[in-house]
């Protein structure tokens, strides 16, 4: 911690307004106009101070309570100059305003002991609450004193005059309220100069101890009343010399950095090593740094940088060589990630297409592999002599081929609609009127169901029809939906009919197949019955 010339500057004018203060009150002593002159000086430097603190600490709380210190030292002196010169012709409110300086005088001291407690706490920590009962006692022993008239506790008059005229007697409410206050003083300054020996330099923990040490003496010296002596009056008044002693040792916290304050920056601001400036609002340089040197004539890789502040405006000039110097590899590292974001996004373009492809294939081997059959006797049919009735055939297997596929493509949602179901059985039954077959269909009903249901209903159609299509002659087919189930009735005639029921078992997953089928020689019914989540008949 050092302390700057204009902090020492600064303690040397309050220390000379102070003496300034007891010089006045004794040449002015007896006058009229300038009876209370010394308690107006020394109220008017406290607001100052309080001024000053509002500006320069920097701590809330500390500052909080440093305000409420010298506003009740204010009060007090505002109290003795309206005792003493402006209501002195009254003795009941002399009286009353003799009760109210224990005010400030209770109020002084407990505020002194809470901020040396806070000092050096952190400001989210709240003081602990062990402490407040003292805001209570204070408040008791104040209200005590104001009500001095109803007791008489605090003091007593003997002569009948209730005024201080020397012969009044201290009761032990007076001794309880100055162990109060002298208590916490005492405590106070204890926790000030244990923080003071611990966090600061060696050679300024004395400041705190003069104004302590000047107060202990004047207090001691005081019922010898030198002053009157020497000098027509006394040179301080005890609240004078109370407002001093708090101020000072207050001002020595915060010249040591016991108390955060936003001061010496104009040292730090000469000594640092970049060139700016602090100007006026007319442009009159006020501050300059050590590396300043011109700060008018911006180059290339130099930028002037202007910005207003209180007062005026600071102006520095800022070294872009640097920044121009990141500027260009962001712009080429932007390019190089652009280019492979690029080359990213064409190899997930390419990998999404590949993967689209090899789904498709394995797709399209899945639906070679289930209509493998069909394929085989196709190509049976092509090897022998391809006459009018193997080209039907071959056409009724080439729409069982195409509806299959295409149901299987539509299949990859899980769910079909009956609608593929009948379509699928109506073009199959176009197609066996090439052979020579009767056919009609019908369908009712709407709605989805699992694919594999509805697969499976098409798969054993086709069946029945591949087993049946040499010798078929007729055939109806009605395909039936309603909640759940889908029903496929056949009825047909043909000369050689000899599918067993056990050919159209099926079984699958989320269905069941039930098969009833009748026979009389040439004709034939098969009731095809599958239902959506039923057990396997």
């Known amino acids: 911690m050092i302390i700057t010339k204009a902090a020492k500057r600064n303690i040397i004018l309050f220390i000379a307004a102070f003496l300034l203060c007891g010089i006045f009150r004794n040449v002015l002593y007896a006058k009229d106009f300038a009876f209370s002159f010394s308690s107006f ?25 440093l305000i409420w210190i010298a506003t009740f030292l204010m009060l007090h002196f505002v109290l003795q100059i309206a005792r003493y010169d402006i209501l002195w012709a009254y003795k009941s409110v002399q009286r009353y305003i003799w009760y109210a300086y224990y005010i400030p005088l ?8 809470f901020l040396a407690v ?42 009948g005059i209730m005024d201080d005229n020397g012969q009044e007697k201290n009761g032990w409410l007076y001794y309880a309220v100055n162990v109060f206050s002298y208590g916490l003083y005492a405590l106070a300054f204890f926790i000030i100069i244990r923080k003071n020996h611990r ?29 009157h002596h020497f000098f027509r009056t006394r040179i301080w008044q005890m609240g004078e010399m109370t407002g001093f002693c708090i101020i000072s040792a207050l001002e020595a916290c915060i010249q040591t950095g016991m108390i955060p304050a936003n001061m010496g920056y104009e040292t730090i601001f000469s000594a640092s090593r970049f060139p700016a400036v602090i100007m006026d609002y007319q442009g009159i340089r006020v501050y300059q740094t050590a590396a300043l040197q011109d700060t008018s004539l911006p180059g290339e890789d130099v930028e002037l940088v202007r910005h207003p502040i209180s007062g005026g405006s600071i102006e520095y000039a800022v070294d872009m060589k640097r920044i121009h110097y990141l500027n260009r590899e ?18 997930n373009r390419i990998k999404k297409e590949r993967a689209e492809v090899e789904n498709r294939n394995r797709l399209y081997e899945r639906i070679t592999g289930l209509v493998l059959p ?13 006459g009018n009735g193997q080209l ?46 009767n056919t009609v269909s019908s369908a009712v009903g709407t709605g989805s169901y699992p694919s594999g249901m509805v697969i499976a209903a098409y798969e054993l159609f086709e069946t029945v029809i591949e087993r049946s299509m040499d010798t078929l002659s007729d055939l109806a087919v009605t395909v039936r939906s309603g909640k759940q189930v889908i029903t496929v009735r056949l009825m047909l005639k043909a000369e050689d009919f000899s599918l067993e029921e056990s050919a159209l078992q099926r079984a699958g997953e989320g269905f069941s197949c039930r098969v009833d089928m009748t026979k009389e020689e040439r004709d034939a019914i098969l009731v095809l019955s599958f239902t959506e989540g039923g057990v396997v008949g």
């Open 41 to 65: 000086f020394c109220a008017l430097l406290t607001l100052l101070w309080a001024l000053s603190i509002q500006r320069r600490v920097i701590d809330r709380r500390l500052r909080t309570l």
């Open 106 to 113: 209770t109020a002084q001291p407990l505020l002194l002991f």
């Open 118 to 159: 806070s000092i050096y706490r952190p400001e989210d920590r709240p003081l602990p609450r062990r402490y407040y009962p003292l805001i209570a006692v204070g408040a008791l022993l104040v209200l005590g004193v104001l009500t001095n008239d109803l007791h008489f506790w605090f003091k007593s008059f003997p002569s």
């Open 199 to 227: 966090y600061v330099s060696k050679q300024y923990r004395w400041l705190p101890f003069v104004p302590f040490l000047i107060g202990i003496l004047y207090f001691a010296l005081f019922p010898l009343d030198i002053g």
């Open 330 to 347: 962001l712009e080429e590292g932007a390019q190089r990630i652009e280019a492979r974001n690029a080359y990213l996004n064409e190899e």
């Open 374 to 386: 069909q394929i085989e006797r196709i190509e049976e049919l092509l090897q022998g002599e391809c």
């Open 392 to 437: 039907a055939r071959i056409a009724v297997l080439e729409a069982y081929i195409k509806r299959r596929s295409n149901m299987e493509l539509l299949a990859t949602g899980g769910r079909l609609t009956v609608v593929e179901l009948a379509s699928a059985v109506a073009e199959s039954l176009d197609y066996l009127k090439l052979c020579g077959v």
